[in-house]
């Protein structure tokens, strides 16, 4: 079995696959970034809920549920 050789034309193809990957994952990356920055954790909505409950009973206001 003979082995071929990468051809400059290979290479340089790989490469522009390489920099297509990278800027999209770049992408990805800061996308990524943007949506941790929006969440709430489950901890943090139950604690609130929680609280919202207590004023809601000290106040006398009926809830939706």
């Known amino acids: 079995m003979a082995s ?3 051809t400059k034309e290979d290479i340089k193809h790989i490469d522009e696959r ?3 990957l990278d800027a999209r994952m ?3 990356e800061t996308d990524l970034h ?7 954790y489950k901890y943090e909505f139950e604690d609130l809920e929680a ?3 207590y004023l ?3 106040l006398g206001i009926e809830s939706g549920k």
């Open 4 to 6: 071929q050789m990468a």
């Open 51 to 53: 609280r919202v409950k």
């Open 26 to 28: 770049g992408r990805m």
């Open 18 to 20: 390489m920099d297509s």
């Open 56 to 58: 809601e009973r000290k």
């Open 34 to 40: 943007e949506v941790k920055g929006n969440i709430v």
